[in-house]
């Protein structure tokens, strides 16, 4: 009933899958194949779907249950039918627009994975775009085991034994690690605020800068965007490191990306365990629309920043 073919001969990664619709869902010989799919390839396409969010609530559950996104400042899609589904808009009349190399983008998102300013990591993504850009807008995926595979060992090695801080601080103009060059802020979305309220009294969280999956590979799963410093090194030198390492995992994400060029009828899933992501720029003034599910899981190996007494730290900072 469903076809399943690699994005590219060229990426060790990710998979389109052809023939998903509600009838197939139910079949549990389909569900199976598309979570062995999931967690081979760690990325995968359904293409040529009906796009509405019961399909999107459907193809979802195979890979867990929805959870509430951590973040309150979120716009949900329709809490009732969709749990937790959030709109991701983009409109340049209020939201975000960076400037890099001359150029305006909105919609523009540095590589990241989702939720590492929380402790528990989200399965996976699905995403949906219900409003497309003409240009740019598309959405970029790298695999965290082919970045641990291509990574320089010497800088490998000084990186892979150190846990990351995040924190809810999602400004573009606070971007501390692998800031693009030539980059300022043109417009903030009034949203940022509200993050940076609750961010206020929100822990920052760790993760490792690599793990180990049960089937043995080790994944290179770091966060430029977000990041705040290295556990323990949290000075100069801490710091120039991290900047080295974003830089470079930057650099292969860049030469090593899968990049989706969205249409009305595709549904995507990441594991957000496993893969970072970006999205490109679009030129104003065209909004940009994405319904998002999460899918509840935790791979164990995040927590929040405690202090001596076993409390949350909760950072100080002005908005
Ligand atoms: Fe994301």
């Not at 970029?140 to 060992?153: E, Q, S, T, V």
């Not at 705040?228 to 090194?233: D, R, S, V, W």
């Not at 720029?281 to 899918?295: E, K, L, Q």
Request: net charge negative.
């Amino acid at each position: 009933m469903i076809t399943i073919t690699r994005l590219s001969d060229k990426l060790a990664f990710g998979v389109r899958i052809l023939g998903v619709d509600e009838a197939a869902l139910e079949d549990p010989a389909v569900r199976a194949r598309l979570v062995q799919a999931f967690d081979e390839h760690g990325l995968i396409v359904f293409a040529d779907v009906e796009p509405c969010n019961r399909l999107q609530v459907a193809l979802s559950r195979v890979f867990g249950e929805l959870k509430d996104h951590p973040v309150q400042a979120v716009d949900l899609v329709d809490p009732d039918f969709m749990p937790g589904a959030i709109k991701i808009t983009s409109d340049p009349s209020y939201a975000d627009i960076v400037e890099i190399d001359g150029k305006p983008y909105s919609s523009w998102l540095p590589w990241h994975f989702d939720h590492c300013y929380n402790n528990e990591l989200n399965r996976a993504g699905v995403l949906r775009v219900v409003e497309g850009t003409p240009n740019g807008g598309q959405t970029c995926f790298m695999d965290g085991i082919a970045l641990y595979d291509r990574f320089p060992r010497e800088l490998l090695a000084r990186i892979e034994g150190c846990s990351i801080i995040y924190s809810l601080d999602m400004q573009p103009d606070h971007i501390r690690f692998g800031r693009p060059d030539n980059f300022r802020v043109l417009q903030v979305d009034p949203k940022q605020g509200e993050i940076l309220e609750q961010a206020k009294s929100y822990p920052r969280a760790i993760h490792p800068a690599v793990w180990t999956r049960p089937g043995g590979e080790k994944v290179l799963h770091l966060s430029p965007w977000m990041a705040e410093g290295i556990e323990g090194q949290e000075n100069a030198a801490g710091d120039a490191l991290l900047q080295e390492v974003a830089g470079e995992i930057i650099r292969l994400c860049e030469a090593g990306a899968y990049v989706h060029d969205w249409r009305p009828t595709d549904m995507l899933i990441w594991d957000n365990w496993r893969v970072l992501h970006r999205v490109t720029g679009c030129t104003p003034p065209h909004p940009r629309s994405i319904y998002r599910t999460t899918i509840r899981g935790d791979y164990g190996l995040g927590r929040f920043e405690h202090d001596d007494k076993g409390r949350y730290k909760v950072l100080e900072r002005t908005v």
